[in-house]
Nanobody
């Protein structure tokens, strides 16, 4: 069982930056692959970024490539999402997710169902 708590959201102007953090409880954080998703009202939850359990591989949705960076510190049980050059289209509730499927495949990192645990979300609002 893993409990996830996101922090770092807030209001920022276009072009600004935020760093989201997701702290995980549990002894086996380093065995979980992690992801960030976002959701706006009336729309499905959308994949943003993924990092493997070791941190050796990362994946991003096209709209954030070059602007967002996902990283993790397994010693601190924390995953981060550094967001730069923010624009109003990035406004959403951002969710941290953890997964531990034994049949890991990068094909599925974009899917909500690939993850087993979710945080409560943190609001990011980018003003124009």
């Amino acid at each position: 069982q893993v409990q996830l708590v996101e922090s770092g959201g807030g209001l920022v102007q276009t072009g600004g930056s935020l760093r989201l953090s997701c702290s995980a409880s549990g002894r086996t954080f380093s065995s979980y692959y992690m992801g960030w998703f976002r959701q706006v009202p009336g729309k499905e939850r959308e994949f943003v970024a993924h990092i493997t359990s070791s941190g050796g591989r990362v994946y991003y949705t096209d709209s954030v490539k070059g602007r967002f960076t996902i990283s993790r510190d397994n010693a601190k049980n924390t995953v981060y999402l550094q967001m730069n050059s923010l624009n109003p289209e990035d406004t959403a509730v951002y969710y941290c997710a953890a997964g531990g499927k034994t049949w890991y495949s990068s094909t599925y990192v974009y899917r909500v169902s690939f993850y087993d645990y979710w945080g409560q979300g943190t609001q990011v609002t980018v003003s124009s």
